[in-house]
């Protein structure tokens, strides 16, 4: 059944038994072939803005009397090292995130001051498309939580929303008290959506839908690995719905501080 085994065959007395021992190497194989394919990915990704970057500063070189063309290429030269620093970025915080060992210290956040700083890191990409940023939802809802990765994967999900979505739209991110142990951040956007045959593969290292146009947005093609990652690690789960044309919904399910639920207003409290 495509299994794999290491069989060891040894002699037991003199009487002509063997011993047999089975040992089943199915899953350190698959571990090993995942590795593998990671390292050879990294090195994809690095060797081209490497290269790019080694390409242009040999051309500049020979440009130096033109300084029109020096300043093209010293801004693609820009551009590239862009990429190779969000790639190195993105490949450490996957790497504190995906091992086994839980996260150091995580102290209780607010949800409004993760969206906020997130949303304020999107804010330049959302202007420059005139995409409309919103955000909303439940005041005073607290996770336990490393602020910082929860802001980067918040903030991975709001620049893909803009990154995957036409001008002159909006992007809404709100949050939700699901019951009385959860909560929800949803980032809802009008964007180009995901076909229902690939949402199954979004969340792997370097799975893209279309290469071309996420290397277009600067897309490491690691964010939503880190989302997931990131969400597990704070006991919680990234789901997305999305409608090809119409845009994509992703949701940040996350377990909640017991905090005691807001009277609705003109309600009375208890005492
Ligand atoms: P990338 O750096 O390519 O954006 P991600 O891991 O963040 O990598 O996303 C993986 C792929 O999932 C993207 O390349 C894109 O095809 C798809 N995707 C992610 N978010 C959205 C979205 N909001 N709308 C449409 N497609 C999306």
Same mark, same amino acid.
């Given at each position: 059944?495509?299994?794999?085994? !290491?069989?060891?065959?040894?002699?037991?007395?003199?009487?002509?038994?063997?011993?047999?021992?089975?040992?089943?190497?199915?899953?350190?194989?698959?571990?090993?072939?995942?590795?593998?394919?990671?390292?050879?990915?990294?090195?994809?990704?690095?060797?081209?803005?490497?290269?790019?970057? =080694?390409?242009?500063?040999?051309?500049?070189?020979? !440009?130096?009397?033109?300084?029109?063309?020096?300043?093209?290429?010293?801004?693609?030269?820009?551009?590239? =090292?862009?990429?190779?620093?969000?790639?190195?970025?993105?490949?450490?915080?996957? =790497?504190?995130?995906?091992?086994?060992?839980?996260?150091?210290?995580?102290?209780?956040?607010?949800?409004?001051?993760?969206?906020?700083?997130?949303?304020?890191?999107?804010?330049?990409?959302?202007?420059?498309?005139?995409?409309?940023?919103?955000?909303?939802?439940?005041?005073?809802?607290?996770?336990?939580?490393?602020?910082?990765?929860?802001?980067?994967?918040?903030?991975?999900?709001?620049?893909?929303?803009?990154?995957?979505?036409?001008?002159?739209?909006?992007?809404?991110?709100?949050?939700?008290?699901?019951?009385?142990?959860?909560?929800?951040?949803?980032?809802?956007?009008?964007?180009?959506?995901?076909?229902?045959?690939?949402?199954?593969?979004?969340?792997?290292?370097?799975?893209?839908?279309?290469?071309?146009?996420?290397?277009?947005?600067?897309?490491?093609?690691?964010?939503?690995?880190?989302?997931?990652?990131?969400?597990?690690?704070?006991?919680?789960?990234?789901?997305?719905?999305?409608?090809?044309?119409?845009?994509?919904?992703?949701?940040?399910?996350?377990?909640?501080?017991?905090?005691?639920?807001?009277?609705?207003?003109?309600?009375?409290?208890?005492?």
């Amino acid at each position: 059944d495509g299994r794999w085994f !290491a069989v060891r065959v040894a002699p037991l007395g003199s009487h002509g038994l063997v011993l047999v021992l089975a040992e089943d190497l199915t899953d350190m194989r698959r571990t090993e072939a995942i590795r593998r394919d990671f390292v050879a990915n990294v090195s994809h990704e690095l060797k081209t803005p490497v290269g790019a970057l =080694s390409l242009l500063a040999e051309t500049v070189e020979g !440009a130096a009397d033109d300084p029109d063309a020096v300043r093209r290429f010293a801004g693609r030269m820009q551009y590239e =090292s862009v990429r190779l620093n969000n790639l190195v970025q993105d490949l450490m915080t996957l =790497s504190r995130v995906q091992g086994d060992e839980p996260l150091p210290e995580l102290t209780p956040v607010t949800l409004e001051e993760v969206m906020a700083e997130a949303l304020e890191r999107c804010q330049i990409k959302a202007v420059a498309k005139d995409i409309q940023l919103a955000a909303g939802g439940e005041d005073g809802l607290r996770v336990r939580a490393d602020q910082e990765l929860l802001v980067t994967a918040l903030r991975n999900l709001v620049d893909n929303a803009v990154a995957y979505s036409p001008e002159h739209t909006r992007v809404v991110v709100s949050t939700r008290r699901c019951d009385e142990t959860h909560v929800e951040i949803n980032v809802t956007d009008q964007g180009i959506g995901i076909p229902e045959a690939e949402i199954e593969r979004i969340f792997e290292r370097f799975y893209r839908v279309d290469p071309a146009r996420s290397r277009q947005t600067g897309g490491t093609g690691l964010g939503l690995a880190i989302v997931k990652h990131v969400t597990s690690k704070h006991g919680g789960d990234v789901t997305v719905w999305s409608k090809e044309g119409h845009g994509s919904t992703f949701t940040i399910r996350l377990p909640l501080i017991d905090t005691p639920r807001r009277p609705a207003a003109g309600a009375t409290a208890f005492p």
